[in-house]
């Protein structure tokens, strides 16, 4: 038990800098009632990480805070927002980042899966950053096809690592989250 | 020709009135959250009938969200004839959305449905009523298109009634018990007018055509069926409406209905 703990802290380790997911605001499309963002409230709240949701009801906004530690999953909170009968517009994820580089249409591995920068300047991030994903079904389908001239590699199609992210050393078949600044 | 400009008319009209997309008496391509449970029960009351034999109904209901396309009903249907209320029968109900582009306050939605029904009442009339008066099936399509606070939403579908259980003679020659059923609902959500939490109190207010055409006679009825709709605390409704008959050559006893309806709703039920 002890040895399967320091692996994972190694593991862990491995995960260059972007350390903490801090909270996510989401914009969910379809809806306008009370009720309908109240099934999408209820529907959030349903995942054992989520602590708190707090709606922006006019704007169909949501402000998800997580519980300590907690192993935050985009495409879960995605999936719970369609359970609901409606759809993601927007999510973008708040991150504590320890002097993470970055460089624009390269992947950089973290805890929650790999992020691929799209449309940014090769810069080093530090502190508390916002990233707003791109991925199909994370913004509106004309924003996701508008988008694809950001990269040629494939995995921005398929969500999933493939033979056009071997040069970061992305493992095959593992998810790729699309991301900008 | 008079008939097509009534409906044009009504159409037209329904059009320029705004409501939300839980209707009254139709339901909406989108469907209840997956997972949730809505309890309902369902009251008409006739206002005016031309004969003795139809009367109270109570419509107890559960809606299930069996996952985000697809949803199922199951009804029970009591009726009061001759004084004393029984238990007539029950209908099965599915929809599934196939098609969705949403947008921020906005979406169109298409939608399959389809019904069963056994009912064991005497048959009272030539319209076909799959929900409380006859045994039988219905499929159709949903489209609604939602717009801010503004929803229309149109439905067609064919009826095919069956015979009324062992008891009941065959009432109509075969050839009658087919029928085109359409309807055209417009919505809007009047308040609150600025939204500020999930205890305000939601107000929709509704226009729905109701329509039906024999197959085979080509009679048809054609109801307009105002309503009111109440939301507390974003998870309980309380519908008012009442419904009345503008074309009538499809024969019915009754062509005058209010009803009230309860819903509660259980998010994450299962």
């Given at each position: 038990m002890k040895k399967l703990s320091l692996l994972l802290a190694f593991l862990w380790a491995g995960y260059?800098?972007?350390?903490?997911?801090?909270g996510i605001e989401l914009q969910a499309s379809g809806l306008t009632c009370s009720m309908c963002s109240n099934a999408i409230r209820k529907s959030l709240t349903f995942?054992?990480?989520?602590?708190q949701v707090r709606a922006n009801i006019r704007e169909s906004m949501f402000t998800i805070s997580f519980k300590k530690d907690a192993s935050v999953n985009f495409d879960e909170l995605k999936k719970k927002v369609e359970d609901a009968g409606f759809f993601v517009a927007s999510m973008k994820v708040k991150l504590r980042v320890d002097h993470q580089a970055i460089r624009n249409d390269h992947h950089v591995k973290t805890a929650y899966g790999t992020f691929h920068f799209l449309q940014v300047k090769d810069q080093e991030l530090n502190g508390l950053v916002t990233l707003r994903l791109l991925d199909k079904g994370y913004v509106p389908a004309k924003a996701y096809k508008k988008n694809?001239?950001?990269?040629?590699?494939?995995c921005y199609q398929t969500g999933l690592a493939g033979a056009c992210c071997a040069e970061d050393q992305v493992e095959p078949g593992s998810r790729v989250y699309h991301v900008t600044l | 020709m008079k008939k097509i400009i009534v409906i044009i008319g009504l159409a037209c009209f329904a059009m320029h009135i705004q409501a939300q997309e839980l209707f009254v008496y139709t339901e909406p391509a989108s469907n209840v959250p997956a997972r949730s449970l809505g309890l309902r029960l369902t009251q008409q009351i006739p206002v005016?009938?031309?004969?003795?034999?139809v009367g109270y109904q109570a419509l107890p209901e559960i809606v299930w969200g069996a996952s985000a396309k697809l949803m199922l009903h199951a009804e029970g249907f009591f009726n009061s004839r001759g004084g004393s209320v029984g238990f007539d029968g029950a209908s099965l109900y599915s929809k599934y959305r196939f098609y969705s582009q949403d947008d921020i306050h906005r979406h169109f939605r298409m939608a399959f449905f389809g019904r069963l029904s056994y009912n064991s009442g005497a048959?009272?009339?030539e319209a076909i009523d799959l929900n409380g008066q006859n045994s039988g099936m219905e499929w159709g399509w949903i489209g609604t298109k939602l717009i801010d606070r503004l929803a229309i939403s149109g439905t067609v579908s064919w009826l095919n009634a069956f015979d009324?259980?062992?008891?009941?003679?065959?009432?109509?020659?075969?050839?009658?018990?087919d029928a085109m059923g359409f309807s055209l609902s417009a919505g809007r959500?009047?308040?609150?007018?600025?939204?500020?939490?999930?205890d305000q109190v939601n107000l929709n207010l509704m226009l729905e055509t109701l329509g039906q055409a024999?197959?085979?006679?080509g009679d048809m009825f054609l109801d307009l069926a105002p309503s009111l709709q109440l939301i507390f605390k974003s998870r309980m409704r309380i519908d008012l409406g009442y419904r009345f008959a503008?074309?009538?050559?499809?024969?019915?006893?009754?062509?005058r209905m209010a009803l009230l309806r309860f819903e509660y709703n259980i998010f994450n039920a299962f």
């Open positions: 260059t800098g972007m350390a903490q997911v801090e995942l054992d990480y989520v602590d694809a001239v950001l990269t040629s590699r494939a | 005016q009938k031309t004969g003795a034999a048959i009272m009339q009324n259980g062992a008891a009941q003679t065959k009432k109509w020659p075969s050839g009658y018990r959500l009047m308040l609150p007018t600025v939204y500020k939490d999930y024999n197959l085979k006679s503008v074309v009538k050559d499809l024969a019915r006893p009754v062509t």
